[in-house]
Each structure stands twice: as C-alpha cells, then as structure tokens.
C-alpha cells in the first residue's frame, strides 16, 4: 500500500469513528468522498473498498429507525471496535489483520435482521456502483471500473446514463486554422 493512500485511509478511519460517535453522518459522507481522489489516481482497492463502506455506514446510521433492532448494539460496538482496531493495524503496517477488521464491519451485517440485512446489501451494492460512477468521472475507463468494484460494466454504464455524467462537455479546442497557426508559431 502506497504512503500515502495509507496515511488516507488513516485519516479516514479516525474521521469515520469520531463522525458515527457524534452522529455526524454528513462528515462520514465526506470522508467517504475523499477517498474518491486515490481510488481514481491510484485506482487501489483499498480506497475503494473504505469509500464503499463508509459510505455505506453512512446509509445505515442516518436511518434511525434501524437503531431499534435488538441487535443494533451488537451492529454498533462491531463497528467502532473494528474501525479502532483497523486503524491501529494500518499504523503498524499489520496488513493481514486490518483486511481482518474491514471484513468483519462486512460481516457484522449479516447477523442482523434480514430485513435490514437485504436493506444494508442494497446500500452497499448502490454505493459501489455510485462510487464507481466518480471513479469513471475521474477518467478511469468503464471495464477497469468496473473490474475495481466488482460490479459489471452493464450495471455501471446504466447508472451513469442515468445520472447524466456522460453528457458534460469537455473542454473546447481550437479549430484547424487556429491549430495550424499555433504549430506554425512554434517553427518560427
């Protein structure tokens, strides 16, 4: 993992535990956000995968009405225990075991309610393909996009006809003549 993604995703973690301690569910999605730019630059799956479940996180915790589940608690000290641990992982360099603590906050979803649980799948499987739609605005292509979050190129490539993104403009160039005096310029 690259310095600096690494000190990112640092960052992103600490922002992330002190946002769902103060409820503050705007913060964890512009945490979740800011992982866009080394996912795009470094195109690492690292970033990618905390966008999506900060992002996710995010979904759940602005839902009060999940606070109520009697396995809410349980959902929520896994969360803040593995988000801890991973940090100080991460800081070690002990990359085995803070892969360990990202997969447990994924699997902590599937020990609550099935309603929730298909709910949560939902937001995860939608924050991939959201993600992935910045990605690509980024100028990443649609297959290694795709491939970066597992979903299939048809999944995004609807998202982002949906969305409009493939509609902006790029920038203007000159037009021939404008072109040709330019080049010629450049021989004088």
């Not at 569910?25 to 730019?37: F, P």
């Amino acid at each position: 993992m690259k310095e600096e993604v690494k000190q990112d995703i640092l960052n992103i973690l600490q922002g992330s535990y002190i946002a769902i301690k103060d409820r503050d569910i705007l913060q964890l999605q512009e945490l979740s956000n800011h992982t866009l730019h080394d996912a795009s630059i470094f195109q690492d799956e690292d970033s990618i995968s905390i966008a999506v479940i900060i992002y996710s996180l995010s979904k759940i915790f602005e839902r009060t009405r999940y606070q109520e589940y009697k396995n809410w608690n349980l959902f929520y000290e896994i969360v803040m225990e593995n988000l801890e641990k991973a940090q100080e992982y991460l800081k070690n360099n002990n990359f085995d075991k803070y892969q360990g603590c990202i997969k447990n906050i994924l699997n902590v979803i599937d020990r609550l309610d099935d309603k929730f649980k298909r709910y949560i799948n939902e937001v995860i499987e939608k924050a991939r393909i959201s993600k992935a739609s910045r990605i690509y605005e980024h100028g990443i292509s649609i297959g290694r996009t795709a491939k970066l979050l597992g979903i299939s190129e048809w999944e995004l490539m609807d998202y982002i006809g949906k969305t409009g993104i493939s509609d902006v403009e790029f920038g203007i160039t000159k037009n021939i003549k404008e072109r040709i005096k330019f080049a010629r310029g450049l021989f004088k």
